[in-house]
């Protein structure tokens, strides 16, 4: 007989590891993958990537915390945060800073796509 697998906690672990390694790879100056956005959006270096590096990290770590551990009524305001949070950041990188001047571009559309996946992923969990 084949087990259920707990499909949410494994998606929730997975996008609290991806934001707290992209957190941490922000502020020891990776610049590839999430952080080339943040490059491009003129975060790097200054007190809005910073914030959101910090973000990432406090966001991410915690949300690993929650899946071994009870954080109450955290949890429900961490996933919530997280969502409008990354909201923002797609808003500022894809939209926002001139960077609908690029959309035929494949990177703008890749770059969308990848973003799109986590805001989803964080949509499910956000309960």
Not at 45 to 67: F, H
């Given at each position: 007989?084949a087990k259920n697998?707990?499909?949410?906690g494994?998606?929730?672990?997975l996008?609290?590891a991806f ?5 941490i790879?922000?502020?020891t100056?990776e610049?590839s993958?999430?952080?080339g956005?943040?490059s491009?959006i003129?975060a790097?270096?200054n007190?809005?990537?910073i914030?959101i590096?910090?973000l990432?990290?406090i966001?991410g ?8 551990m ?11 945060a997280?969502?409008?949070?990354w909201?923002?950041?797609i808003l500022?990188?894809f939209f ?7 959309i035929?571009?494949l990177g ?7 973003h799109?996946i986590?805001l ?8």
């Amino acid at each position: 007989m084949a087990k259920n697998i707990n499909i949410t906690g494994i998606l929730i672990f997975l996008v609290g590891a991806f934001l707290l390694l992209s957190g941490i790879s922000a502020l020891t100056g990776e610049t590839s993958g999430i952080n080339g956005f943040l490059s491009d959006i003129g975060a790097r270096n200054n007190t809005l990537g910073i914030v959101i590096a910090v973000l990432e990290i406090i966001g991410g770590g915690l949300l690993i915390v929650s899946r071994f551990m009870s954080i109450g009524r955290l949890d429900g305001i961490l996933r919530m945060a997280l969502l409008v949070i990354w909201i923002v950041v797609i808003l500022l990188g894809f939209f926002l800073n001139g960077a609908v001047k690029h959309i035929d571009t494949l990177g703008w559309w890749a770059g969308l796509v990848n973003h799109a996946i986590v805001l989803v992923i964080l949509w499910m969990i956000k309960k």
